[in-house]
């Protein structure tokens, strides 16, 4: 079974700052997709960014990027320009291709972030 | 508008009590989900759907069974509740990763927070 690690499970990071979240994973596909989730105080699950195996290329979304290493099975989120509304749980995500069964997402036990003023 | 919808959003229960969350989605999506959230273990696959009439068991499906009588509903159940089924269960759905373009995205109801005496 796959599984998901985040070591880190509290950050806090100056407003304005840059700031990474760690995420490593364990799998024996190739094909596959990684997921970042936001879950503010509201607990609503809300998809930051995704990158999909295949692709080299690292996402990026505005202020939040991927670094992707696949060989090393390490998958981190930096956000830039740290804002007070980025304070939340973060969480993330693998998934696997849709040729196992089910097609679920794998979580890792999340980061809170604390934004200081 | 589109998506999840979870209900009830809170419960308390007392132990050897039954009870069914309901989530229903308008989104024509095949696959739906249950998940429990509890701290510094992420969310947690309970049961999981890949089409109507079908279900499967996920990581934690002891104490609940599932239904998905229609394509739009998957409803999760409590034949007797435990305390340690305390949780935040979110329901989510989508598409299977055939689209590399976008549908392989899972969109979560808001939540449903339990509490067992």
């Known amino acids: 079974a796959q599984t998901v690690t985040q070591s880190q499970p509290e950050m806090s990071v100056q407003e304005a700052e840059t700031v990474t979240l760690s995420c490593t994973y364990d799998?024996?596909?190739?094909?596959?997709?990684l997921f970042w989730y936001k879950q503010p105080p509201s607990r609503q699950m809300i998809l930051v960014i995704r990158?999909?195996?295949?692709?080299?290329q690292n996402a990026t979304e505005n202020r939040f990027s991927v670094n992707f290493q696949k060989a090393a099975k390490s998958f981190s989120l930096k956000i830039s320009d740290s804002q007070l509304g980025d304070a939340a749980m973060y969480f993330c995500a693998y998934r696997n291709p849709v040729e196992i069964a089910g097609n679920m997402l794998t979580f890792g036990g999340g980061t809170r972030l604390m934004v200081k003023p | 508008n589109a998506g999840v919808t979870q209900t009830p959003k809170f419960r308390v229960l007392k132990t050897g009590q039954s009870m069914t969350l309901l989530c229903a989605q308008d989104?024509?999506?095949?696959?739906m989900y249950w998940y429990r959230q509890d701290p510094g273990m992420g969310l947690r696959l309970i049961h999981y759907?890949?089409?109507?009439?079908?279900?499967a068991k996920g990581e934690v499906p002891d104490g609940y069974n599932v239904s998905r009588l229609k394509k739009q509903n998957f409803l999760l159940g409590l034949e007797s509740a435990a305390p340690s089924q305390t949780s935040v269960y979110f329901c989510?759905?989508?598409?299977?990763?055939?689209?590399?373009?976008?549908?392989?995205?899972?969109?979560f109801g808001a939540g449903s927070r339990l509490t067992v005496l």
């Open positions: 989104m024509n999506h095949e696959y």
């Open positions: 759907s890949v089409g109507e009439g079908t279900t």
């Open positions: 990158q999909e195996a295949y692709k080299q």
């Open positions: 799998t024996s596909e190739s094909d596959y997709y």
């Open positions: 989510a759905s989508s598409y299977p990763t055939l689209d590399r373009v976008g549908a392989n995205v899972l969109t």
